[in-house]
């Protein structure tokens, strides 16, 4: 759940934002001094299942072709985060089962339950045990179980995280896993408690240490087996055998090698700076055997620094306890820069390789957590770092918010913007996918106030298909406190919920907003079905050992090439090293913002209109503003009656699967605007930017009920009669029309979406 500031950027500035991000540990070693050829160099590991191909068990998600796939065929993941819906304090089981049963209905086929520690774990515990339950007893851990039941009996399958972030654990936990001295024993738990006490998310600290103290993993070790051999009562399975487990994830969002880079880690912290100092020491021993050997690769050693007395430093991470809070550019040896991020990178994915081999023995041979695909964390950032360390596992799992405020007057919308109006870009998510393996987004939104957000699903749906992903978990369905709705009254009196800095996360609110509910259905059908075709011939850019660890600057040309290849041929990486990368400067790149750019072969933008289309067999899109008061499609379908200049998200796609010209079975939508009544902006009122300044700009939240602005227009479905049932965004049946060649949207009804029937 990172933010982190969205910028409108064009391609030529992208790199500048890239550079700014990446590690100035890595600008050190780019600048030090020339590589030597004496010793060879550390290698660096990869995932333990970096070769696994197909997995597949039958009545359990598995990997097949380098995507998911689930009964026999290829499974795409349109779903949602739920959070609140977990907290029996709040949600009875009536309420439960109302939240699951319009999370089905408004077209999720899956669930991330996240920040779920807190309701296993019972009070008191040092961190890792599991509560127990009498079924039906109301408790916290019957009330989490029974929401899990739940979602398997809808068909919503489960993507499951070991991630701490709600329970600390305690320096109790020492004494879960003896062994060295009292002394040590002493100084572990010191440590812990001051960093408890320093963060109120453990899993701020947590991740970045278990991966680098023999104690700490082994207690994470605990937490991960007591989960997966906990059985639920609801379904009399353990968690390591659900089938209806589609994955797992081991951490999230840790950010392990930027705070490792940059010397904020925990891992630096009392006890564990001095476990990571000599694993660091180990490491190079291991490798190069003598000091002699050490000073060939690297060209010298400080002052001392000596391999057989263990006190090489943990140098050139600028950290306080060396008293060097910053490093001068070319005094380390680039052999050195490059042989600490390697320790990283190898310590977290090794790591997470052992934690991986615990999950699989967790459960017989093809069944559950033995073969459903295990990612090991989730990435926001565009760092090729942090996609590879994350990505070692079975899944690569990106995420990605946006707000579209802008600062720029002349901007038409001002001061709002929208994702049409150039290339589609997103920071968390634009380095692609990783060559052979399955993708998902683990979490992504957008953060109201954002008038034109219908554009938005529509917008990640083509972007996700295009790029041939396999999930999207969006987050969040709903804010804190808040009962589910039993009327679309009750929905729209609520109001919607804005970013705002005593509660960012309500932004994300999606169940109180009647269009994005709306245009998350219609997009949801097109992403599960597969619509919009994928990229044929994706680009793959071949990146090696040293492209990893050695070359910052190149990678702000990566990135602009990967945005230059999404427009086209879409874009996918290739941690390959064994294969000479190629120059990333030999790619034909175009590094202006174009007028109009696409997606795959079926999404074309026309950036100056502010026109996003598709038009294929299978699915029909208009999102913008149209300047005409008609569009025509293909196969004699078109909108007319539109209304010049206004904007408007309009999507049809076929359920059936057959193409809409043949199709029995249609969806389609048509939204526009709207806010809570009495809600007030003011640009000028704050001379903040970015992120805070677009929530301090807010005058008034105002309150329900949301004042829609539902769109008045006509789709042309020539030559096919039939009828329309048109559903409001509860979902519930608010009137059944005739069709005869001509749907109609009147303007008045609150027609989140139809159904149409069609003989």
């Keep these: 759940m990172q933010l982190t500031v969205h910028l409108k950027m064009t391609l030529e500035s992208s790199g500048i934002f890239l550079a700014l991000l990446l590690t100035p540990l890595l600008a050190a070693g780019a600048a030090g001094q020339q590589r030597g050829n004496a010793v060879p160099e550390i290698p660096i590991t990869r995932g333990s299942e970096a070769d696994r191909g197909d997995a597949v068990s039958p009545g359990f998600v598995g990997i097949k072709e380098g995507h998911l796939w689930h009964d026999g065929k290829r499974l795409r993941l349109w779903g949602i985060n739920a959070v609140s819906e977990l907290d029996r304090d709040t949600f009875t089981k009536a309420d439960q089962d109302q939240v699951l049963d319009r999370m089905k209905a408004v077209g999720f086929n899956a669930i991330r339950p996240h920040l779920y520690d807190i309701y296993m774990i019972p009070k008191g515990d040092a961190g890792v045990g599991i509560s127990t339950y009498t079924k039906g007893d109301d408790s916290y851990l019957d009330g989490l179980d029974y929401f899990f039941a739940g979602a398997a009996k809808r068909g919503l399958l ?80 353990s968690y390591a055998e659900d089938p209806n487990i589609a994955m797992w994830e081991i951490s999230n969002e840790t950010s392990y090698m930027a705070v490792a880079l940059d010397g904020t880690s925990a891992a630096y912290r009392g006890y564990f700076g ?78 997470n390789n052992r934690i991986l081999a615990v999950i699989r023995d967790s459960a017989p041979k093809g069944v559950g957590a033995n073969v459903v695909p295990v990612g090991y964390d989730t990435h926001y950032q565009p760092s090729l770092l942090d996609m590879y360390c994350a990505g070692a596992g079975d899944v690569s799992i990106a995420g990605n918010y946006t707000w579209l405020r802008t600062y720029d007057t002349s901007d038409p919308t001002y001061p709002w913007t929208s994702m049409v109006a150039g290339p589609p870009q997103f920071y968390g998510m634009d380095l692609g996918r990783i060559t052979g393996k399955p993708t998902v987004s683990y979490e992504v939104n957008i953060h109201k106030p954002a008038p034109y957000r219908a554009e938005f699903p529509f917008v990640v749906a083509a972007y996700d298909s295009a790029r041939n992903w396999d999930g999207t978990f969006w987050y ?3 804010d804190w406190n808040n009962k589910p709705p039993k009327t679309y009254e009750q929905l729209n009196i609520t109001g919607l919920h804005y970013a705002a800095k005593s509660n960012v996360w309500g932004g994300v609110a999606i169940a109180p907003d009647p269009i994005q509910v709306s245009a998350l259905k219609v997009a949801g059908e097109i992403f599960k079905t597969a619509a919009i075709r994928a990229d044929e011939h994706p680009a793959r850019i071949v990146v090696g050992e040293d492209e990893l660890v050695w070359s910052p600057a190149k990678m702000t040309v990566w990135m602009d090439l990967v945005r230059t290849a999404m427009r086209t041929t879409g874009a996918e990486i290739d941690f390959n090293f064994k294969q000479t990368p190629r120059d990333p400067q030999t790619f034909n790149q175009t590094r202006t913002q174009p007028r109009a750019s696409r997606l795959g072969p079926d999404v074309k933008f026309d950036h100056a209109k502010r026109q996003m289309v ?64 009495g809600f007030k902006y003011d640009p000028a009122s704050t001379n903040e930017i970015g992120w805070p300044g677009m929530m301090a700009s807010v005058v008034s939240m105002g309150e329900g009920p949301v004042e829609v602005l539902w769109p008045k227009l006509t789709v042309v479905v020539k030559d096919r009669t039939g009828h329309c049932t ?21 303007g008045v009804r609150p027609a989140a979406w139809g159904e149409v029937e069609l003989d």
């Design 476 to 478: 969040y369905w709903m």
């Design 158 to 237: 489960l993507y499951m995280t070991f991630d701490r972030r709600r329970v600390a654990i305690t320096p109790e936990a020492c004494d879960l896993v003896p062994g060295g001295t009292p002394e040590e024993a002493a100084e572990w738990k010191k440590t812990v408690a001051e960093l408890n006490a320093e963060n109120p998310h453990p899993s701020a600290w947590i991740e970045q240490v278990w991966p680098l103290d023999d104690r700490m993993e082994r207690i994470f070790t605990l937490w991960v087996k007591n989960q997966l051999s906990h059985v639920n009562q609801y379904t009399g399975k």
């Design 614 to 677: 598709v038009d294929n067999d299978k699915v029909k899109m208009f999102v913008g503003w149209p300047d005409s008061s008609a569009v025509s499609f293909a196969d004699g379908f078109a909108l007319n009656d539109l209304k010049t200049g206004q904007f408007i998200a309009f999507a049809m796609v076929a359920e059936d699967g057959l193409p809409l010209g043949r199709s029995k079975k249609i969806l389609l939508t048509a939204l526009a605007t709207g806010e809570n009544k």
């Design 274 to 351: 001095k476990q990571t100092q000599k694993r660091w020491n180990r490491f190079l021993k291991d490798y190069y055997k003598t000091d002699a050997r050490l000073k060939a690769a690297w060209g010298s050693l400080e002052d001392g620094e000596s391999l057989e007395q263990g006190t090489i430093k943990l140098s050139p991470v600028p950290i306080p306890a060396y008293d060097q809070l910053a490093y001068e550019q070319g005094k380390y040896p680039t052999r050195r820069v490059r042989d600490l991020t390697t320790f990283f990178v190898n310590q977290y994915i090794e790591a």
């Design 726 to 746: 048109w559903f409001n965004a509860l979902p519930e049946v608010i009137g059944t029309e005739p069709v005869d060649g001509q749907i109609q949207f009147d």
